[in-house]
């Protein structure tokens, strides 16, 4: 019999920010604790990801990378603002460039075959 994960899986609580100078904040909750937030920022189809916190008796079961990949199918682009030198591997597994800016960004593949995809133009 296959075992039940979904206890396993964050559920992720969006709190909206106030004002325009206010971020968005994602909480990740198990159904019996919080194991950890995301400061962020929802621009449309693209979500700026200031930090990810998952809390140390939480870290390595893959909160973290389940988070960002919930995020990477939910929005066109992912950027990950001002990544620490120690945490570039992280974003580098995810499928995520570094940017000339510092920034890490994941855009979608098919938006990127999209963008480059040669335009036929009837006359």
């Known amino acids: 019999m296959a075992e039940d994960r979904s ?3 964050p559920k992720l609580i969006i709190t909206h ?3 325009p100078s206010e971020q968005d904040r994602i909480d ?3 159904p019996h604790a919080r194991v ?3 400061r962020c920022l929802f621009l449309g189809e693209k979500v ?3 930090s990810i916190r998952v809390f140390p008796e939480f870290e390595g079961n893959g909160y ?3 988070t960002i990949e919930m995020l990477k199918s939910r929005f066109a682009v992912v950027v990950a603002d001002r990544v620490r030198f120690t945490a570039r591997g992280f974003w ?3 499928g995520f460039q570094e940017c000339p800016d510092h920034n890490w960004e994941y855009v979608r593949p098919e938006l990127v075959v999209d963008a480059i995809a ?3 133009v009837q006359t």
Request: proline fraction near 4%; aromatic fraction near 4%; hydrophobic fraction near 40%.
């Open 7 to 9: 206890d396993h899986v």
């Open 118 to 120: 040669p335009t036929h």
């Open 28 to 30: 990740l909750d198990l």
């Open 36 to 38: 950890g937030t995301v």
């Open 17 to 19: 920010r106030a004002g």
């Open 48 to 50: 700026i990801v200031y």
């Open 64 to 66: 973290g990378r389940l």
């Open 92 to 94: 580098e597994k995810l």
